[in-house]
C-alpha cells in the first residue's frame, strides 16, 4: 500500500511524484534505458529542481523532488527531456510515457521518511533485489550525489533540562505491504548490478 496522498497545492514545496510508462512497458528493465534515465534526471537536477530521492523501476519511476518552478515544469523537464532522447538515441518511435503524473506535498519530516522509505524499498518489495542497496537505479544505492532535505522540513528542536538541543524522534511505520515481480539477476561479471528484460507483465502490482 502507497502512502497517502497530499496533491500539489503550491510552489516551493517538496514533493513525491511518480509515473508510468506508456501501457506500463517494461522499457527501464534495460540497462541502456535506465542508464539513459538517469542521465535525464541528473542532467536537469540543478536548473529544474532539487533531487532528493528516486528509484526507477522496469516500468515506472518515483522521485522526491523540490521544483525550482512549477512542479508540472519540473515532471516536463523529465518525462520531456527523456522523450526526446530516448528517440533520438535509442531510435524508439513509440510513446514512453502515461499522460500526466501523480504527486503528493510532502508536509513534514515523517512524511518525508515514510516517502524515502516506499522509494527505497520499492525493488525489495518487487524482489528485484534482497537489500535497497543493492539496486543500481535507487538513491539507496548511495553512489548518486543528492540535494540535502530542505531546511523547512527538518524537525524542531526541543530543549532539555540541561540546554542540549535533542531532535525529536521519526516514527517508523509506513505499513507498506509486499508485492511480487521476476528476480532481478545482480551481477553483469564486473561486479555490479545490472538490470534485465521482465519474462512477462503482471497486472496489478504495487508500484
Same mark, same amino acid.
Given at each position: 500500500?502507497?502512502?497517502?496522498?497530499?496533491?500539489?497545492?503550491?510552489?516551493?514545496?517538496?514533493?513525491?511524484?511518480?509515473?508510468?510508462?506508456?501501457?506500463?512497458?517494461?522499457?527501464?528493465?534495460?540497462?541502456?534505458?535506465?542508464?539513459?534515465?538517469?542521465?535525464?534526471?541528473?542532467?536537469?537536477?540543478?536548473? @529544474?529542481?532539487?533531487?532528493?530521492?528516486?528509484?526507477?523501476? &522496469?516500468?515506472?519511476?518515483?522521485?522526491?523532488?523540490?521544483?525550482?518552478?512549477?512542479?508540472?515544469?519540473?515532471?516536463?523537464?523529465?518525462? @520531456?527531456?527523456?522523450?526526446?532522447?530516448?528517440?533520438?538515441?535509442?531510435?524508439?518511435?513509440?510513446?514512453?510515457?502515461?499522460?500526466?503524473?501523480?504527486?503528493?506535498?510532502?508536509?513534514?519530516?515523517?512524511?518525508? *521518511?515514510?516517502?524515502?522509505?516506499?522509494?527505497?524499498?520499492? &525493488?525489495?518489495?518487487?524482489?528485484?533485489?534482497?537489500?535497497?542497496?543493492?539496486?543500481?537505479?535507487?538513491?539507496?544505492?548511495?553512489?548518486? *550525489?543528492?540535494?540535502?532535505?530542505?531546511?523547512?522540513?527538518?524537525?524542531?528542536?526541543?530543549?532539555?533540562?540541561? @540546554?542540549?538541543?535533542?531532535?525529536?524522534?521519526?516514527?517508523?511505520?509506513?505499513?507498506?505491504?509486499?508485492?511480487?515481480?521476476? &528476480?532481478?539477476?545482480?551481477?553483469?561479471?564486473?561486479?555490479?548490478?545490472?538490470?534485465?528484460?521482465?519474462?512477462?507483465?503482471?497486472? @496489478?502490482? *504495487?508500484?
Amino acid at each position: 500500500m502507497k502512502p497517502p496522498r497530499e496533491h500539489a497545492t503550491n510552489n516551493g514545496q517538496t514533493y513525491f511524484v511518480t509515473s508510468e510508462t506508456a501501457e506500463r512497458r517494461m522499457l527501464f528493465s534495460n540497462e541502456r534505458w535506465a542508464k539513459l534515465f538517469l542521465d535525464v534526471l541528473f542532467h536537469y537536477r540543478a536548473n @529544474g529542481y532539487l533531487l532528493h530521492e528516486f528509484v526507477i523501476m &522496469p516500468e515506472h519511476f518515483h522521485a522526491t523532488i523540490t521544483p525550482n518552478a512549477s512542479l508540472e515544469k519540473a515532471v516536463q523537464f523529465i518525462k @520531456g527531456g527523456f522523450s526526446f532522447r530516448a528517440k533520438k538515441e535509442l531510435q524508439y518511435k513509440w510513446e514512453i510515457w502515461q499522460r500526466g503524473f501523480s504527486d503528493h506535498r510532502i508536509r513534514d519530516m515523517r512524511d518525508y *521518511e515514510i516517502h524515502k522509505r516506499y522509494i527505497h524499498q520499492n &525493488p525489495v518489495k518487487r524482489r528485484l533485489v534482497f537489500e535497497a542497496k543493492a539496486y543500481p537505479y535507487s538513491s539507496a544505492a548511495g553512489t548518486f *550525489e543528492l540535494d540535502e532535505v530542505p531546511q523547512w522540513l527538518k524537525p524542531p528542536c526541543q530543549t532539555m533540562h540541561d @540546554g542540549a538541543a535533542k531532535a525529536v524522534p521519526l516514527q517508523n511505520d509506513d505499513g507498506i505491504g509486499p508485492a511480487k515481480a521476476v &528476480p532481478l539477476q545482480n551481477d553483469d561479471g564486473n561486479g555490479t548490478a545490472k538490470a534485465v528484460p521482465f519474462q512477462s507483465k503482471t497486472s @496489478g502490482q *504495487e508500484t
